[in-house]
T-cell receptor, first 115, second 113 residues
Framework: EPEVTQTPSHQVTQMGQEVILRCVPI?????FYWYRQILGQKVEFLVS????????KSEIFDDQFSVERPDGSNFTLKIRSTKLEDSAMYFC?????????????FGEGSRLTVL | AQSVTQLGSHVSVSEGALVLLRCNYS??????LFWYVQYPNQGLQLLLK??????LVKGINGFEAEFKKSETSFHLTKPSAHMSDAAEYFC???????????FGSGTKLNVKP
């Protein structure tokens, strides 16, 4: 069964360092998302991406964050200068073309620890 | 803006007992509603979804949920809890174009032997 894959599964970094989290969405999907979950808290929307541009972003997704789809398969989330409060589990998700189901397909997440 | 509220961050039931996890939504238009489950150290998996068809939705692992417009609720139930149901459950609502999903704060289900 097709699945969303994320790498790395766990990354530890120093505050102020740049981090890139990678995702390979399901191959025929066209809408991509990043969500994050700080330990013990709710899953929060960061950004949605369609047709090579951001569709919508939350207030969390400030200038320190960026996304791109560099090669037609990978979908990356970059944090330019990490802060302690960026420590969280980051989930990539995707859906096929706009349909009447809207089920999000999630990856298993990348745990980011900022020291 | 759309949102979901999950009452009870922790629910504990005995094995074999009824599971009831509550979710209320706030939406100005008929929503699309979802329940996701998260097992420890895993991503979120879809349990079931409501997309304006039948109001009683059956999902995987014996779970079901009923959409009640008058109560703006979408509570998740299972007649008989199993130890393997212990996980965190998230209710979610999507915008009409699926551009954004809003998740509740989650309910951790504990199943006692």
């Amino acid at each position: 069964e097709p699945e969303v894959t994320q790498t790395p599964s766990h990354q530890v970094t120093q505050m102020g360092q740049e981090v890139i989290l990678r995702c390979v969405p399901i191959s025929n999907h066209l809408y991509f998302y990043w969500y994050r979950q700080i330990l013990g808290q709710k899953v929060e929307f960061l950004v949605s991406f369609y047709n090579n541009e951001i569709s919508e972003k939350s207030e969390i997704f400030d200038d320190q964050f960026s996304v791109e789809r560099p090669d037609g398969s990978n979908f990356t989330l970059k944090i330019r200068s990490t802060k302690l409060e960026d420590s969280a589990m980051y989930f990539c998700a995707s859906i096929p073309t706009v349909s009447n189901t809207g089920e999000l397909f999630f990856g298993e997440g990348s745990r980011l620890t900022v020291l | 803006a759309q949102s979901v509220t999950q009452l009870g961050s922790h629910v504990s039931v005995s094995e074999g007992a009824l599971v009831l996890l509550r979710c209320n939504y706030s939406s100005s238009v008929p929503p699309y509603l979802f329940w996701y489950v998260q097992y420890p150290n895993q991503g979120l998996q879809l349990l079931l979804k409501y997309t304006s068809a039948a109001t009683l939705v059956k999902g995987i692992n014996g779970f079901e949920a009923e959409f009640k417009k008058s109560e703006t609720s979408f509570h998740l139930t299972k007649p008989s809890a199993h130890m393997s149901d212990a996980a965190e459950y998230f209710c979610a609502v999507s915008s009409y174009n699926f551009n954004k999903f809003y998740f509740g704060s989650g309910t951790k289900l504990n199943v006692k032997p």
